[in-house]
């Protein structure tokens, strides 16, 4: 079956504009994560999304981060008036149920110059 | 706040040898998921083993098996008969048992050799 998709592989935007990233779930699965990726770096937690739970949002790094859920299905994460250093791969995971295993989409490179 | 230590930044091996990758993590939390995933240069992380906590028996898959150990808080991930296509950056993961304080280690890049 399909997997986790995203949308778009590669980004290149200027400072101070905002830009969106798509994700789209395995279908069924109720969670949801995002995740950022510096080069060569571990993993980042940005935000869960559970059902029609209040999402965790503990991992967004400012007020510019914003992500929502739509029907319990895709997610769109917002970056508002980008700064170089939110350059980074910018992963989504979907997961069946809470702790199962996160299954990742191909991620959204972002260049910000 | 849980936290999840991978000691060995890089490590090598000679295909068809075994090969471990420590894992060590920090939790309060008696229920929860431990993780190995993979990342190949392509970039698409895959999940490779994965260990409930309330389970004594150590998780296999194939050519991966760990080495858990509650009480000291360690996950080690043992490949056997090394294979190139096993050169990735390999990332231990700690999950909440509600799906919630999912962390990541910071990777061990792995390279297999000929």
């Known amino acids: 079956g399909a997997g986790v998709s995203q949308s778009p592989s590669n980004k290149v935007t200027e400072k101070g504009k905002d830009v969106e990233l798509r994700c789209d779930p395995i279908?069924?699965?109720?969670?949801l994560y995002w995740y950022r990726q510096s080069l060569g770096q571990g993993l980042e937690f940005l935000i869960y999304?559970?059902?029609?739970?209040?999402?965790?949002k503990s991992g967004l790094p400012s007020d510019r981060f914003s992500a929502e859920r739509t029907g319990g299905s895709v997610s769109t994460l917002t970056i508002q008036r980008t700064q170089q250093e939110d350059s980074a791969v910018y992963l989504c995971?979907?997961?069946?149920?809470?702790?199962?295993?996160?299954?990742f989409g191909p991620g959204t490179r972002l260049l910000v110059l | 706040a849980q936290t999840v230590t991978q000691s060995q930044p890089e490590m090598s091996v000679q295909e068809a040898e075994t090969v471990t990758l420590s894992c060590t993590y920090d939790?309060?939390?008696?229920?929860?998921?431990l993780f190995w995933y993979k990342q190949p240069p392509s970039r698409q992380m895959i999940l490779v083993i994965r260990?409930?906590?309330?389970?004594?028996q150590n998780a296999t898959e194939n050519r991966f098996s760990v080495n858990f150990q509650k009480a000291a808080k360690s996950f080690s991930l043992k490949i056997s008969d090394s294979q190139l296509g096993d050169t990735a950056m390999y990332f231990c993961?700690?999950?909440?048992?509600?799906?919630?304080?999912?962390?990541f280690g910071p990777g061990t890049r792995l390279s297999v050799l000929p």
């Open positions: 260990q409930e906590a309330y389970k004594q």
């Open positions: 999304f559970q059902g029609n739970s209040a999402p965790d």
């Open positions: 939790t309060s939390e008696n229920n929860y998921y």
């Open positions: 995971a979907s997961s069946p149920s809470t702790g199962e295993t996160q299954y």
């Open positions: 279908s069924g699965h109720t969670a």
């Open positions: 993961a700690f999950g909440g048992f509600f799906g919630q304080n999912f962390v």
